[in-house]
C-alpha cells in the first residue's frame, strides 16, 4: 500500500447504511415543548398489492472522477401478520448514458453474475413501521455469493493474484455469512435509510439531538455518533425529515486503523506504522432529506449522503456517496 493509493482505499472502504434512523424526542424534551409545537406521527401505511415506481440514483464523488447510476425500481407491498412483504424489481439501469432495460431477460442473462445478483428481483420482510427485518430466499443468494470472487477476478482487465483474491473473500465473508435478518442491511441499496419511520413521533420544528453508536459494514468496533433530526410540514402538506449525523473522528480513524491491520495481515501490505503516519484526519458526516407522503408514509423525495474528509501526510482527499431517489407518478 502506496501513499497515494492510501486516500483511496479509505474512500473505498467508507460502505453500508448511513447511521440514520428515527429518533422521537425523549419524555422531558417533549413535555417543554407541547405547548408550543404540534406532535406528529411519521404513518406508514403503503397501498397493497398496488406497484409504486421511483427513479433512483447513487452517485460517487472521488478525486478521479464523479461516476453515477441510475434505477427504475417497482415497489409492491403485501400484508403480512407481523407486518408487510416488500417486493423490489429493478426495471432498468442507466449507466455511462447507456440505458438497459432490465424486462429483456437476454440482457439480463448476458451480464456478469457479480452484478445480475443485485438486479433480480428481491423480497423483504418488514415489521409494521416498514424496518427491513429479514431477507426472503437467503439461502439460494448465498450460494451466488460464494461465487462472486472468481467472477469479480473475470471481469477484471488484469490477472488478480491469490492476495487480491483473498481480499475479497474476507470482504465477502461478512456478507456471506450473514444471516437471513442481517442480510437486507447487504444487499439493498438505498431504501434501507429511507423506510422504518412509520410509528416515529416529533414535535414540528423541533431539532432533538441524541448521542449513538455505529456498527455493522467493516467497522470491527462501534463508533460513537451524533446524529440530530426535524421534522417540519411543507406547503403542500408533506411531512419532511432532515437529519444529520457526524461520526466521532478521533473513533473512526482507530476503527480505520484496525481494517488495514487486518488487511495487511491477509495481503502482507505496507506495515500499520506507516498508516498511522500516513492517516491523521477523518471525518465523516451522515445526511438524509425525506419527505413523506402524509398518508402513507412512503418518501416522495429522498436523499442520503455519506460525506467523508480524508487527511493524510501526503494530501487531503474529499469523497462522498450519495443516493437520491423520487416516486414516479402512475
Not at 447511521?19 to 413535555?31: I, K, W
Not at 463508533?223 to 440530530?228: I, K
Request: no cysteine; net charge negative.
Amino acid at each position: 500500500m502506496t501513499l497515494r493509493s492510501f486516500p483511496a482505499l479509505v474512500a473505498a472502504l467508507m460502505l453500508g447504511a448511513p447511521l440514520l434512523g428515527p429518533v422521537p424526542a425523549s419524555a422531558q424534551e417533549a413535555s417543554v415543548a407541547a405547548a408550543a409545537a404540534e406532535t406528529v406521527t411519521i404513518p406508514f401505511a403503503p397501498p397493497l398489492l398496488t406497484p409504486v415506481t421511483y427513479a433512483m440514483r447513487f452517485e460517487r464523488k472521488r478525486p478521479g472522477g464523479d461516476t453515477a447510476i441510475d434505477f427504475d425500481q417497482r415497489l409492491t407491498f403485501e400484508r403480512l401478520d407481523s407486518g408487510y412483504l416488500l417486493r423490489i424489481e429493478t426495471l432498468s439501469m442507466t449507466s455511462g448514458g447507456r440505458r438497459f432495460d432490465l424486462a429483456d431477460k437476454r440482457l439480463l442473462d448476458a451480464l456478469p453474475a457479480a452484478i445480475r445478483l443485485y438486479l433480480l428481483p428481491m423480497a423483504i420482510e418488514l415489521d409494521a413501521s416498514g424496518e427491513m427485518v429479514r431477507m426472503r430466499d437467503w439461502p439460494a443468494m448465498q450460494a451466488a455469493l460464494r461465487g462472486m470472487p472468481e467472477a469479480a477476478a473475470k471481469m477484471s482487465d488484469q490477472p488478480m493474484n491469490e492476495a487480491a483474491l483473498a481480499a475479497v473473500r474476507r470482504f465477502l465473508d461478512p456478507i456471506i455469512n450473514a444471516s437471513a435478518e442481517d442480510a437486507p442491511a447487504f444487499m439493498i441499496r438505498g431504501w434501507p435509510t429511507v423506510l422504518g419511520y412509520g410509528g416515529a413521533e416529533f414535535d414540528l420544528g423541533e431539532a432533538v439531538a441524541v448521542d449513538t453508536e455505529v456498527t455493522g459494514g467493516l467497522l470491527p468496533v462501534a463508533v460513537p455518533a451524533t446524529m440530530e433530526s426535524v421534522l417540519t410540514r411543507t406547503a403542500e402538506g408533506d411531512l419532511k425529515l432532515v437529519q444529520t449525523g457526524r461520526f466521532d473522528p478521533e473513533a473512526m480513524r482507530a476503527a480505520m486503523l484496525a481494517i488495514f491491520e487486518t488487511m495487511r495481515q491477509a495481503a502482507q501490505a505496507r506495515g500499520k506504522a506507516a498508516e498511522e503516519d500516513a492517516l491523521q484526519a477523518m471525518e465523516i458526516t451522515d445526511e438524509t432529506e425525506i419527505t413523506f407522503d402524509p398518508l402513507t408514509g412512503l418518501p416522495i423525495t429522498g436523499r442520503t449522503a455519506r460525506l467523508t474528509s480524508v487527511k493524510t501526510s501526503a494530501q487531503s482527499v474529499v469523497g462522498g456517496d450519495i443516493m437520491t431517489l423520487r416516486r414516479i407518478a402512475p
